[in-house]
């Protein structure tokens, strides 16, 4: 068995490692968060590019909806490829602009 002062080094010990994962683990959600905002705030500058900013949110969601069942569709490297190209063209089109 350990001492009493040994257990109270014991606990002090784990106690700062704990301290210390739960700081890391608090950076790591934060970082999280940031990067998720940054996605979300992407994601909106896409529809803007798109010039479908002024549509409604229904009109926004039908179309997205739309969109992913194609890409579950049987044709979906096709229309993957399609939009790829389409996009690459007006981000490449936009950038020399």
Request: charged share 35%; aromatic share 6%.
């Amino acid at each position: 068995f350990l001492s009493p002062s040994e257990t109270a080094k014991q606990l002090k010990k784990v106690q700062s490692k704990l301290a210390y994962l739960q700081r890391q683990y608090a950076r790591m959600k934060n970082l999280e968060r940031k990067q998720d905002t940054r996605r979300k705030i992407q994601l909106g500058g896409l529809i803007k590019k798109a010039g479908l900013d002024g549509e409604t949110t229904a009109v926004l969601y039908g179309l997205l909806m739309e969109a992913s069942e194609k890409l579950l569709s049987n044709d979906a490297d096709q229309y993957r490829k399609d939009w790829r190209i389409k996009g690459d063209l007006a981000l490449t089109t936009e950038k020399q602009s």
